[in-house]
């Protein structure tokens, strides 16, 4: 098993405490639904920087069993760039919500695009959202 890690910004106080580092791929992007070049800020000193995007879906993976997203990076497109591989391989969601700094609408809006793919709530920690494939999907 191999954990491959999206991240534009290199945190490293956080980053080895969410992920075994002998296990990881680590590509310094963000995941969306269009491969593109967008903006992107850094919650620890407000810079703007320019990230690359990428669809999950196009890097070709296979058995996904599990993807955890950063509340931060939590936008209803990245559910768009990987609708074929969560239909196909119906991997857990975790939501860490964290760091949160999206408004409530995209935050509702992603929600409402994981029910659509026919996930539901399953668990819900201080620290952690777990959403599953539901039965009738």
């Known amino acids: 098993d191999q954990i491959l890690c999206f991240d534009p910004i290199i945190r490293p106080?956080?980053?080895p405490h969410n992920v075994d580092l002998r296990r990881a791929i680590y590509f310094r992007c963000m995941?969306?639904?269009l491969t593109s070049e967008v903006n992107v800020s850094s919650s620890e000193d407000g810079a703007v920087l320019r990230a690359k995007?990428?669809?999950l879906d196009d890097f070709g993976l296979t058995n996904v069993r599990c993807i955890?997203?950063?509340d931060a990076w939590l936008h209803p497109d990245v559910f768009d760039g990987a609708e074929e591989t969560i239909k196909r391989d119906r991997p857990v969601i975790l939501v860490d919500p964290a760091d949160a700094t999206l408004p409530n609408d995209q935050t509702k809006r992603a929600k409402e695009r994981l029910q659509q793919l026919g996930y539901e709530e399953v668990?819900?920690?201080?620290q952690l959202f777990?959403?599953?494939a539901g039965s009738a999907s």
Request: proline share 0%; glycine share 6%.
């Open 123 to 126: 668990d819900s920690q201080e």
């Open 68 to 70: 955890k997203i950063a």
């Open 130 to 132: 777990v959403w599953e």
């Open 31 to 33: 995941l969306g639904a």
């Open 53 to 55: 995007s990428f669809r």
């Open 13 to 15: 106080n956080s980053f």
